[in-house]
């Protein structure tokens, strides 16, 4: 009876993988079919004449390259900021005690209830307040501060002996040594797994850019492809190859660096 | 630790997140708190109306429809996702052949932008293009215009939000179904435990403090609910709103 559950259990196992990854796999086919075939019907499964013609022209409309550039840009520099400040706060709620330790961090974690787009209007006037309107580092500072990245960072460096950092002290070595040359080469599992969230947030990112940015050269992927989607018309060509074309960067990190990535949502998923 | 130096040095580290979360987070939320109490067309000086907006808003049909949307979305989706994704770490937890990549698979929507979730979705749930409704019409029924139909299209940005994120938390309660030793599920067997009492009396009840996890971070994000709802409904120039987060946007009150 045993091996009959495992092979039913097995062969549910492999449908349901595969349902779980078809309206991807659907959306990359489509996006091959030319402007003809996508609306065809019966539809077509496999494209007929398959053609890039449509990355192709969502190549050429608006700026596309810009558009990705510009995503890039946001997410690895915001990615840079990011390890650097989090590591830095979870280094702190990890390894000292101070007046307030718990109630800062608490309230940090607690941000993560805030809905950006409750605050929308006012986050705007205070983005334009600082000259950050329209610029792109109103996308790479603010949304740096992740919660969840303190969050990772501390579990993880409690985790890491406090004698290692009493040792260094007796040894006459400074609180930033200690941290850049101690902590965080010990802490690297912990900063390569946010290094690739981090990267995957900002890069998925709409609502930070959608607030601060209405230049159109400035526009991330995202919004751009948000804007794509216009309630009456909508150009399917195109927007199906954009599409594809954001997933791309993601998808390929994610293949490389699938265990980091599990590693990661296992230290989220530690209670506090 | 004890010196007055070291009392200042864990502030020096905290300092650029505080400062950060501070300027764009906290003082964003007090200021939309205070601007609640008034009336404002962002060009003259805002009036003071007291809870007038709030009363306004209380009174108005449409913010308890959403409001009731919300609760809708929100106590259907933690629980599906609950349910699913701890299925989904049941099932690539056991030692099957291929679950390396069942467990890929599963978690590929989770690394989907919400923004392209709601295209492919858009897509497959097309009105008269879509391929969901031309299986529909192939064995003989009515095509549905699923994200028009205001029930319709609730079932689909569900079904979208737990397909997007049970993935995910797959992951934690894999973490979590590893961290319980094996010698509890021998002793069970030995004491004649089917599989199924194995699971209610050990897996579960170990599983708690992940449980929790999971409930509250799906929640605050079920909760939170935007830009899905947006790309899959009306896309950004629309009116339409389904749910609270959607629906603060039109409302364009920076009420809380």
Redesign the interface.
């Known amino acids: 009876m045993n091996r009959w559950v ?1 092979r039913v ?2 062969a ?3 449908v ?3 349902i ?2 078809l ?2 796999i ?2 990359v086919i ?1 996006s091959f079919k030319p402007g003809t075939e ?2 065809a ?3 077509t499964f496999w494209p007929k004449s398959a053609t890039v013609s449509n990355y192709i022209d969502a190549l050429n409309k608006g700026n596309f390259e810009r558009y990705f550039l510009n995503s890039l840009y946001v997410s690895t520099l915001s990615t840079i900021l990011t390890l ?3 590591s ?2 979870g ?3 990890a390894k ?3 007046k307030g ?1 718990r109630l ?1 961090f608490y309230t ?1 974690i607690a ?13 705007f ?3 334009r307040r ?1 000259g950050l309107y329209n610029s792109l580092w109103g996308i790479i ?2 949304p ?2 992740t919660p969840t990245g ?1 969050f990772l960072m501390r579990q993880y460096m409690i985790t890491i002996p406090d004698e290692i950092i009493e040792s260094a002290r007796i040894d006459g070595a400074s ?1 930033w040594r200690i ?1 850049w040359l101690i902590m965080l080469p010990l802490a690297k599992p912990v900063l390569t797994a946010l290094t690739i969230f981090s990267f ?1 947030w900002r ?5 930070w850019p ?1 607030i601060v940015i209405s230049n159109e050269q400035k526009y991330t992927i ?1 919004v751009a ?3 794509f ?3 009456f018309y ?1 150009d ?1 060509n195109s ?2 190859a954009m ?1 594809v074309l ?2 791309i960067p ?2 390929i990190i ?2 490389i660096f ?1 265990r980091h ?2 590693k990661g ?2 230290i ?4 506090m | 630790m004890k010196s007055k130096r070291l009392q200042l040095i864990p502030y020096l580290f905290i300092l650029p997140n505080v400062v950060i979360f501070l300027v764009f987070v906290v003082v964003p939320a007090l200021y939309g708190f205070a601007l609640s109490f008034t009336r404002w067309d962002v060009i003259s000086e805002p009036v003071f109306v007291g809870v007038g907006n709030y009363i306004s808003i209380f009174t108005s049909s449409s913010f308890w429809e959403t409001t009731q949307r919300t609760l809708v979305y929100v106590l259907t989706v933690v629980p599906l996702t609950y349910v699913v994704s701890l299925l989904l770490a049941l099932l690539v937890d056991s030692n099957m052949r291929l679950r390396t990549l069942m467990r890929a698979f599963f978690y590929v929507p989770a690394m989907l932008s919400a923004v392209v979730i709601g295209v492919s979705w858009r897509w497959i749930f097309g009105d008269y293009f879509g391929i969901i409704n031309y299986f529909i019409e192939r064995y003989g029924g009515t095509p549905i215009n699923w994200l028009t139909t205001p029930g319709w299209a609730m079932l689909v940005v569900i079904l979208a939000s737990v397909w997007a994120r049970a993935g995910y938390y797959m992951v934690m309660f894999l973490a979590g179904l590893q961290g319980i030793p094996e010698v509890y599920y021998e002793a069970a067997k030995i004491d004649g435990a089917s599989r199924w009492q194995q699971f209610w009396r050990i897996t579960l009840p170990l599983l708690k403090p992940t449980s929790l996890v999971v409930l509250v971070l799906c929640s605050i994000e079920s909760f939170k609910v935007f830009d899905l709802i947006v790309t899959l409904t009306t896309g950004v120039t629309g009116t339409g709103n389904h749910v609270l987060g959607a629906g603060y946007l039109p409302l364009g009150l920076p009420a809380r």
């Open positions: 495992s259990l097995q549910a196992g492999l349901l993988a595969v779980f990854v309206p991807v659907w959306v489509s996508l609306f019907w019966p539809p650097v400040i989090n830095m706060a280094y702190a709620f000292f005690s101070f330790d800062i940090f941000t993560l209830m805030v809905p950006l787009q409750v605050i929308m209007v006012p986050i006037l205070v983005i600082l500072i603010p740096a501060a303190v609180e941290f995957m890069w998925n990112d709409f609502l959608f995202q492809i948000a804007n989607v216009g309630q909508v399917w927007l199906l599409s954001a997933m993601v998808l994610f293949l699938q990535f599990m949502i296992a989220t998923g530690l209670k």
